[in-house]
């Protein structure tokens, strides 16, 4: 009989659905069932595409002794961590200090008022490597919450007392050139010079530090800037990473090399890389970085789009239980698919060996380098990929998450209008279009939806931040000046309820749920903090619109994490690349004037440069709502660029030509 999660819109929850277990969703009436039984809380958190979630499901969740332990023990409570980022926050916060480690599953006891007793992440159905089994864990916690109340309930008070003492990350200071220098500096000393990125295994995607690192470059002209983002991308690209038949990237990488994946690919992953791609091409006019971002973009309108017109969170690392199940090959399997001399041709191209490089003999398709002949592998591919779809597939988790779609659509919106790809600026607007008409309820964000139904949780700081900055970015493609103003009403929410005292940002609403601790926290995780993506939306609204309070605001939020720029440059990745636009601008051009050949010759150039404090707006002089075209009218009969660097108008241009050199465009 299915249990409480039946009623769930995540699809997290759902597969949890049938569990034995009497699981409850994070509601006030769970806590009141742990007082009335007078037991603790079992906290269960994860998502939808975790591999070792769904292996600690089938192990312990599944089993109905298990659940029997769990059922008359503990009430118990399952969270999706997408959903529900505060609550993730808070006890991931309780789990990393308790443990010296967090990663999902998460695994937390609490009293019924919700403090931690006793955190931990994946336990196995036996004890192995170390780790209890899970169940001497239950008994063990069920054991000291009858027998040892008093010592089980000072414990949680003392971690408590460490949840709710404030933090510092350094004290505010203007985040300087002199500081944005120093997390750069930090950055290349921990550079992985062989491989790329900077972690060893796992290894994860730089994508918020790419960013800092292309616009530090274009403020700074240091090289080895550059270098760090050319390597780091061209080894990500050629790896098994990279989904080499269907485009976007995995999650990460289990070995130091970036060859074995694990297998889940998220949305944010792909959206931010999508852009840091764009933007080197941008750059430098890598063939390889613009075939990348072109194949991301088309994975993302293939596999992730939902018939809503949003994108999808997720889709999963498993395939029927088994990873790698769909995207793993043999040299026979190729040749099964393409006949004995392209299955040879595409083994070596692929690097697809006897031995194999996952399991069982099987290899993760890698490029090591670009085909002898590029015609022969876009053919083979389309074949491999036709056969690959016909394999099972991985589950897709279909909610549509605010942050990470306004994260798509600014990415799509940018690559369409750069690449002139219109169909990524239509996908940007289906995608604007579904979460401003089904996520704002009340004149608030709401976090999720899921097959046209909205979710009931609050949308967070950076739901606000991250849509506001796409909406900015399709204000900038469109001209079209509904996308400002919404843009403007967001910050103003963010103004009137997350501000906190020092100018930073809480991560959550002054009248959202009461937790043990209000969550914030300004350090970049796998997307953008809260605080680093509403400050690159306040910049650049005030870039768009004059206005010196919005700079300010950003200006002011900045400088509570500068230290963290500077000393811990791999976690402020984001806010050192909202650092660059702040000291590179305000570089505001308006391309004004009548459609044409003339005015797409000047939005074309406009939009190359490679300034990070700079905002294009594109349209007809004057248009009413979009204040960069205010009085900006046609010069002589021709279409005109308007530039304004740092507050100082120039004359406005008309010939393509003259606008090389102050934009600093690449040909």
């Known amino acids: 009989m299915p249990n409480r999660l039946a009623a769930s819109t995540s699809p997290y929850l759902l597969q949890h659905a049938e569990n034995p277990v009497d699981w409850w969703e994070w509601t006030p009436a769970a806590f009141a069932a742990a007082r009335e039984r007078d037991v603790p809380v079992l906290l269960s958190v994860g998502y939808s595409a975790c591999h070792w979630c769904h292996v600690m499901a089938h192990e312990s969740f599944e089993d109905e002794a ?52 006793y955190c931990g992440t994946y336990f196995p159905p036996g004890p192995r490597h170390g780790m209890p089994s899970f169940g001497m864990v239950l008994d063990s916690v069920s054991a000291a919450w009858r027998e040892r109340r008093t010592e089980v309930l000072d414990a949680g008070k003392r971690i408590v007392e460490h949840l709710t003492t404030p933090r510092s990350y350094g004290g505010a200071a203007p ?129 992730l789009r939902t018939p809503e017109h949003g994108f999808a969170a997720a889709l999963d690392a498993d395939t029927e239980g088994v990873e790698g199940l769909t995207y793993a090959w043999t040299a026979e399997q190729l040749t099964t698919v393409l006949g004995a001399e392209d299955g040879a041709w595409a083994a070596d191209l692929l690097d697809v060996t006897a031995e194999g490089t996952f399991e069982h003999g099987t290899s993760v398709l890698q490029l090591p380098a670009d085909p002898s002949d590029v015609d022969r592998w876009a053919a083979l591919r389309l074949r491999l990929l036709s056969a690959r779809g016909q394999r099972p597939q991985p589950a897709r988790d279909d909610k549509v998450v605010t942050a990470w779609n306004g994260l798509a659509i600014a990415a799509l919106a940018e690559t369409g209008a750069l690449l002139d790809k219109p169909s990524y600026v239509d996908a940007a607007v289906g995608a604007a279009d579904l979460v401003l008409g089904l996520h704002v309820v009340d004149g608030r964000l709401r976090r999720t939806s899921r097959a046209g139904a909205v979710g009931e ?78 400050s690159g939306a306040f910049l650049s609204f005030a870039a768009l619109t004059g206005s010196t309070r919005h700079r300010e605001v950003a200006e002011r939020a900045l400088s509570t994490v500068a230290a963290l720029v500077a000393r811990a440059p791999r976690a402020a990745g984001w806010a050192g690349a909202v650092g660059e636009a702040m000291l590179a601008g305000p570089l505001e051009i308006a391309v004004a004037g009548t459609p044409g050949p003339q005015r797409d010759a000047l939005s074309d150039l406009a939009r190359r440069t490679t300034s990070p404090g700079a905002v294009v707006v594109v349209g007809i002089g004057g248009a009413e709502g979009v204040p960069l075209l205010a009085d900006r009218v046609d010069v002589d009969g021709l279409p005109a660029a308007y530039i304004c660097r740092n507050f100082v108008c120039q004359r406005p241009l008309t010939d393509p030509d003259t606008l090389l050199e102050p934009l600093r465009v690449r040909v």
């Open 66 to 117: 298990m659940a029997a332990v769990m059922n008359e023990f503990f009430v118990c409570i399952k969270v999706d961590r997408e959903e529900r980022p505060d609550v993730d926050s808070v006890y991931m916060e309780a789990t990393q200090a308790m443990t010296g480690q967090g990663g999902w599953p998460m695994t937390v006891f609490l009293t019924p008022d919700a403090a931690p007793i």
């Open 457 to 534: 949780h609050a949308g967070v700081l950076e739901d606000y931040g991250d849509l506001a900055e796409g909406l900015l970015v399709l204000h900038q493609v469109t001209g079209h000046c509904r996308w400002l103003e919404t843009a403007g009403a967001l910050l103003e929410t963010v103004l009137l309820r997350f501000g906190r005292d020092d100018g930073g940002f809480f991560d959550t609403a002054d009248d959202a749920e009461t937790l043990l601790r209000r969550p914030y926290d300004p350090a970049d995780g796998p997307a953008p903090s809260g605080l680093a993506a509403v």
């Open 175 to 303: 985040l300087s050139a002199q500081l944005l220098d120093s997390g750069f500096a930090g950055l290349r000393e921990s550079y992985d010079r062989d491989a790329g990125g900077f972690d060893r295994a796992p290894k994860f995607p730089p994508s918020m530090v790419l960013e800092f690192l292309l616009r530090h470059h274009a403020r700074s002209g240091d090289p080895d800037a550059l270098a760090m983002v050319e390597h780091t991308c061209e080894r990500m690209a050629r790896g098994g990473m990279y989904d080499q038949l269907g485009g976007g990237f995995a999650r990460y990488s289990v070995d130091g090399q970036w060859v074995v994946p694990h297998f889940e690919k998220m949305l944010y992953d792909n959206a931010l890389l999508l852009r840091a791609y764009l933007h080197l091409w941008r750059e430098t006019g890598s063939s390889l970085a613009r075939r990348i971002t072109v194949e991301t973009a088309d994975f993302l309108l293939r596999d």
